[in-house]
């Protein structure tokens, strides 16, 4: 059994990204990530790899692309304001077909906002967040251990469909020490080819390959981005994950696009729906109501893209209550009311509630708990 070592959120972000095979981190300053950053200065050239501060999230998110194209598996990390100003770098990144690894530590905006705990980004990234027709793949840990996991998994992924891909924690996530297992250190050797890659390919013996993102013919652009969204279709269909806790204590269950373990939702009275701190703030919120002879559940999106709706709208065909629990003013809850959609023919949709909060403030138990009491008339 793996030993488990004490780390901050960010850090196991950083160790996860370097055994995983990251070859290359750009970054810049910006709390509350700077963690990331300052781990990786300290690891990366140790290990032989490569590691530049550059003069701005711009040029951060430009050398990654860069990096990655020449084949490299190559990653930045910001907070929000740093995000938004790397959106043009990921749109160019998503259409010229370039794998990457963005890991974003949200903070309270808009603007400059404040520098503490936020999930108000959650449209930037599930929406795509630069211009023109793409996704990024969106991964939400709610634990120091999930923020290690998917960072790991978050390489293969880019590597597996072409896509950046999108660690999306929170400055309460990032900031937090957990215990956490570390995975395996990656063989550099063993990791997959990119024979799409560009570099060395005279002495390779390979045609010369442009990578770009650019197409000045309509019909070619049409053609290229239906392609890329075949793959999104893909990774709808193998890659779509969430976790549910059922009432009266049953074991949390990981599923799919099959919708497994949803059987015992019928029991819940009412179902949360919360991702990182939020999600972490609803299972005391569940105690408290079980406490009461309240039955809540929770459903907790694990891919914030693809957003798991179809399991969702299979509970919300209950008719039961839904409430979204967020660290925003209403973004998750608009996916929430898109799964009502799913619910099985003949089904009575589910009222749909929401707390919110915004600029950095974290709801709590009790105030979760006070509005389950409300909608449920106890």
Known sequence: MSEKVLMKGNEALGEAAIRAGCGAYFGYPITPQNEITAYMAAQMLDRG??????????AAINMVFGASSAGARAMTSSSSPGISL????????????????????????????????????????????????????????????????FTYEAFDLADKYRVPVIVQ????????????????ERDLASLPGREWAVGNMASQGRESRHITSIHLVPEELEAVTRERY????????NETRYEYAGPAGAPPVFGGVKCEGLDQAAAADITLVAYGTSA??????????????????????????????AALGKIAGSGKPLLTVEMSLGQLVEDVKLSLLETPEGSRRAPVHLVGHSGGVIPTEEE??????KILGK
């Open 230 to 237: 075949r793959r999104y279709d893909e990774i709808k269909a």
């Open 86 to 149: 790397k959106q043009e770098g990921m749109s160019y990144a998503a259409g010229a077909d370039i794998p990457l690894v963005l890991v974003n530590v949200v903070r309270g905006g808009p603007g400059l906002g404040s520098i503490a705990p936020s999930q108000a980004d959650y449209f930037q990234s599930t929406r795509g967040g630069g211009h023109g027709d793409y996704y990024c793949l969106v991964l939400a840990p709610k634990s120091v251990q999930e923020c290690a996991d």
């Open 49 to 58: 790899r490569v590691f530049i501060q550059a003069e701005s999230e711009v």
């Open 169 to 184: 924690a929170d400055g309460m996530i990032g900031q937090m020490m957990e215990a956490v297992t570390l995975p395996p």
């Open 368 to 373: 979760v708990f006070a509005e389950i009491k």
């Open 280 to 309: 972490r703030v609803c299972l005391g919120a569940r105690q408290l109501a079980e406490k009461a002879g309240i039955a809540a559940g929770l459903f907790r999106p694990v891919t914030l893209w693809p957003f798991p709706y």
